[in-house]
């Protein structure tokens, strides 16, 4: 994999590219919430969730990010947020929640929501890291 | 022979799904989005598709990192909802039509070389079952038979625009050239401008979804030059799914008559967008 290779949407900010590179170093950790989907899994996972998890093949630092349930070291390490939202549904959250989780600025779920009924984030100052240090 | 009736693109987000299934349509969140949606309603019920095509993505439900087909048509004779992880949404099993689907594979592969992977068994998920429940609300059945248009949006990289209008182009090729006198509509699904992963979530784009509505109808030719990376800045990185609508456009003459555009901000994270057309 070439991942020293500069690609044009390295500069979206906030924005984690589901390209090869990813999928590839992902894999293990994506399959894993994939498994979810199926209510026999879920049963498995919520009677013994440290011995659910060695049936992947994690690194440390996924496993830990799956623990900690810390969604946007996730996304850091090869998590698809469509993979990553079937570990959030297991835990009984939103949309909402994740995007307060992953978000630096709103950081609560009500004031996530908030910003979604006002128009949502804008796109303003959010185009480009060279935009957002700029605005 | 067999007719298009129009098309509708609509966005496909989970939450509509649940909001019908709870009875919620009526609650002061949801209630501008499904009164926006009524005159597509009214559209369809007039209409009468014996067949609808419906364009959309699968999210890690059917198809997962193991493997991931570009397009993908369903040509079994049957679809279930798949179990999210809420256990299945409760709407009705999708029949399909494998002797119309096959005939799509056939004239789609050998005439104008698109090689979908034709698909027996699949499960469908809020992709597609959300679309049907804001068309058809809550029947016993579907009115109509479905046939899944798979298309990979999630795993970069996703076909372009162009391909996508192609594609829907040489499905309407694929549809005109189908002996039986059958009406099929095609449903184009996702986007609008949303993007649901890391610190840039919940971003609306609502000048940028406001131009494809426009050009949906009057430029079709232009969208479908996009690149991926303006669409992944300005309709977010869960935006580029709107490319899906250009396959519906695709299937549609040049000129189209607009029956119905709607645009509504938020359905949960994303900007739901709705355009229903006919051919002029």
Known sequence: MQSVRQRDYDDIPGTYVFDGERCWKGFSLNMFCKSLDVAANRDAFRRDPDAYLSGFDLSAEQRSAVTQRNWLEMLRLGGNIYYTFKLAIFDGLTMQHLGAAMSANPTSVDEFRSMMISGGRPISGNRSVKEQCNG | ?280
């Open chain 2, 1 to 280: 022979m067999a007719r298009v009736v129009g098309g509708i693109g609509t966005s496909h987000v989970p939450s509509i799904g649940a909001a019908i299934d709870l009875g919620k349509v009526g609650d002061p969140y949801w209630r501008p989005l499904f009164d926006g949606v009524q005159p597509a309603r009214k559209w369809i019920e007039d209409v009468k598709p014996d067949v609808v095509i419906v364009v959309y993505n699968d999210h890690a439900s059917r198809f997962a990192l193991d493997m991931t087909p570009t397009f993908a048509i369903g040509v079994g004779e049957q679809f279930a909802s798949h179990d999210e992880g809420y256990g299945p949404r409760p709407v009705p099993v999708c029949h399909g039509d494998p002797a119309f689907a096959w005939h799509l594979v056939e004239s789609l592969v050998l005439k104008d070389e698109f090689d979908l992977a034709m698909v027996s068994e699949m499960t469908v998920d809020h992709g597609l079952t959300v679309p049907l429940s804001l068309m058809f609300g809550k029947p016993e059945a579907w009115p109509c038979k479905i046939i899944p248009l798979c298309v990979n949006v999630i795993q970069y990289p996703q076909p372009t625009a162009l391909r996508c209008l192609r594609l829907g182009q040489a499905l309407r090729r694929a549809i005109d050239s189908y002996g039986p006198e059958i009406k099929v509509a095609i449903f184009g699904t996702g986007g609008m401008s949303h993007q649901l992963q890391g610190e840039r979530a919940g971003l609306i784009n609502a000048e940028y979804d406001k131009m494809w509505l426009d050009r949906m109808e009057s430029d079709p030719d232009s969208l479908s030059r996009i690149g991926h990376t303006e669409l992944l800045r300005e309709a977010g990185s869960e935006g580029l799914e709107i490319i899906m609508w250009l396959i519906m456009r695709g299937a549609l003459d040049s000129a189209v008559r607009r029956v119905h555009r709607f645009y509504h901000v938020p359905a949960s994270n994303t900007a739901y967008g709705l355009l229903v057309l006919e051919n002029a």
